[in-house]
């Protein structure tokens, strides 16, 4: 496995990523998407370490996809949810970060409602000098790391199975569209893509994607533009990401109603064959609301969707995240 | 093991089940209680694989038990109820079963308040040529086949157990007591026992036993009788089955009172040894309302009741099973 | 390991621990503590066997640290929480035990919020002639065996790391504050300290302390005193346990405010460096209400907090009790 090259310790944000590692995170999730492909599809990598799922913030998918990537590299896992925890008792998320490291975890994939929680909680492990791995695996509205990585996954291995790279994305139209305002996805779709050379559009009502968006371009090898209608955002695209819209905000007035949003900015068969690519793909970070940011039929049309290719990508991009933070510890 | 047999790839409904099925399933549970026995209760069969608990209805003992198989069988285990689920996020239950698909999961173990979603879940499998194996742990009132397979296991195992075998309970007597109508225990079970031979005979009060259950026993090897009251259920009966009563149909006044039903039809020792042959067994699918279904000293009364042992059957026979579908995939 | 003379079946209370038993504790969690210090933390002592966490009352770190210490004996675990469980509908907590020793489990740690529940289960365990051992991890305000254990190894090991024994604790002054008349952890610490020869000073305001803690003193090695204020307890104390608040009985009235409780009983820097000896340590079982036992700072402190150090050990001596009472059905 390539990870000599490897030193970054915790996974917070890809605002800082490099393209070497890019490069080395595609590369060793190919090799895992190799392992994946066998009859037994496990690896004694992580065996007798520890990952510990912190989810402070409920979630199906992506905890699943971390347990599983996990028991793969055959690691222990324990699995922490607010519902049964000590929040409610007065101890501090802090605290409860401090007794899984007493107890020996290795590497912490934390959940939570707020921005900058894993990294409060990853600079305070620093400052202890101890040697556990903080992974974010989504804080507010910040960014969500793990699912940037997967999205670029699937992008690259579909252009080259191989060998996926950061360069096969270069000069590509990719468009964003969604609720960009609320969505910490978006945020680190929009390192990941920008660091590529393509060319990045995003779209959305002109309350979910304020000006301020276009800072995120800056000094970025590829190009970011906004735009508030979804046209001009699908022609000629190479790919189009949609963004889940959360119910609970449309419901207060920030969001038009659901019907209303998917005539404006609804992904459906007619609108991608009628302005992108011949062979436009749609990508989905799931669970979808059906007929809302996408039409169903679309949803489940093999020829656009890779919203399955997503969630098996996820697996193996975060057996090769665990494995490279975790490798320091085990090599 | 005997499973170049099998070719059933889903466990949805007993209906159409085959004796040669119903014979392989235990022989094969037979050879998982003997690895039981041993002081390492694990085979390696299924290392590598995932078996995943979708259980979008609590349940303790079923979840539980199908965990235990999965894990003694080598297998990793992931385990989803709804209350921390997407579902409430509006996704579609299909689509969280395929995001499990995606993630790489071999069978799915599905339990849901509606009767047939397996079924359905199991058909869009196939449709998409994808090689999971679905094994129905209950849905709504329509059938619960691993609860009636180990019924089957722990009777014929009582009567030979070494050869556990269908042809044992031929000419046996069986008494089906309880909410037959709201209860999938009692339908699996009807198709499980009327393809042994055996007289099975159901015995409920009118509002819980419609006549259209008479249907169940059409060109069946055994004989079904239908019995409104309890004395010609028990009359003579080798076994004696009983079912949970659901507390929240009493308040609904669909059933009479815990009291006035015990009074009826409760499981009582002298009602037992006064009606019944005499090494008559009584068994109850868990949890019990003790004093309500069985006296609570006839419960605990092992002379009498199968109920532990059913839960001890319970994991050979979810070990079998997991394994027959599971095999194609190892072998 | 040192298990040859380790006769107890079941781990309910310390009250009838003998010396000897506390010392081949103390001896067999550090040697799993040298293992958890290895690349690969684990061994095969407990393979194939079930360990089933059956938390009635919810619990994160207790729960974690049992899961984690069967895990790294390689043991299977199975999780019941009661909120997913058939208590609500009508089973008994008993049948529930019993449906969990059906399936197979070896070892129950089982919490409940009424004192005597575990001892109640295994007394039915031992009629019924089954070799399932039971670990009581918390019962009502009765006692919590593994947290005094673990506090008696983390006292025991920072006096003498490579042979911890009950003895090094021969005539320091102890001093346990806090809520002691509603803590299982104060009364299973009472029943360990008073048996190494130590002075232990009991602290707390009138309420919450009764005069008959005095009878838990007699005919024990040690000496039990008690006091309604903190300073006498403190006066050159070599070590300070801390108990948890609770604040649901604050706003009953029971306690006095956090802030007041603070005032007059909680734990600071200048308290310990005014009063106790110069090398104090401060526990706490935790979660800690921070600047209501103990001063938000202090807590952190690692020169006077020992409650990082209570969480690993935790780890060591619940694998130490698991692979004792486990050992007999392996070996």
């Known amino acids: ?29 190919a090799s895992f998407q190799e392992v994946l492909s066998r009859r037994t599809k496990k690896v004694p990598t992580l065996q007798g370490q520890v990952v510990a799922n912190l989810f402070f913030e409920p979630s199906t998918r992506t905890r699943s996809s971390f347990e599983l990537a996990a028991k793969r590299l055959s690691a ?9 925890s000590s ?14 490291l007493a107890m020996g975890t290795d590497i912490m994939v934390i959940r939570h409602r707020e921005a900058g929680v894993p990294s409060a909680i990853a600079s305070e492990m620093d400052r202890l000098g101890v040697k556990v791995s903080v992974l974010n695996a989504g804080d507010g509205q910040h960014e969500h790391p793990s699912q940037a990585l ?37 945020r680190s779709n929009i ?11 995003l779209a959305a009502p002109p309350t979910l994607l304020p000006k301020l968006f276009a800072d995120y371009g800056k000094n970025r090898p590829g190009k970011l533009f906004l735009h508030w209608q979804l046209e001009p955002a699908l022609e000629n695209a190479d790919f189009v990401m949609t963004l889940r819209l959360q119910k609970e905000r449309m419901s207060a007035n920030l969001l038009p109603s659901g019907r209303e949003y998917h005539r404006l900015f609804g992904i459906t068969r007619s609108r991608l064959q009628r302005l992108c690519k011949p062979h436009v793909k749609v990508l989905h970070p799931g669970p979808v609301n059906r007929g809302v940011e996408i ?3 679309l949803m489940d049309d093999p020829e656009f969707s890779l919203i399955q290719t997503q969630v098996t990508s996820g697996v193996a991009v975060r057996m090769a995240l665990l494995y490279l933070i975790g490798s320091g510890k085990t090599a």
């Open 87 to 100: 929040i409610t008792k007065g101890e501090t998320i802090l605290d409860t970060a401090k007794t899984y």
């Open 150 to 186: 997967l999205d670029l996954f699937t992008l690259c291995t579909l252009l080259d199975p191989a060998h996926p790279r950061l360069e096969l994305l270069k000069d590509k139209k990719i468009a964003i569209v969604g609720d960009i305002l609320h969505s910490r996805v978006a």
């Open 191 to 201: 390192w990941s893509l920008t660091a590529t050379g393509a060319e990045v559009h």
């Open 295 to 297: 039409s169903s039929d």
């Open 76 to 84: 222990d896992t324990l699995n922490f949810t607010s519902a049964t």
């Open 1 to 29: 496995m390539p990870a000599n090259s490897w030193t970054r310790h915790h996974i917070l944000s890809l605002a800082d990523f490099t393209n070497c590692e890019y490069d080395t995170v595609l590369r060793t999730a």
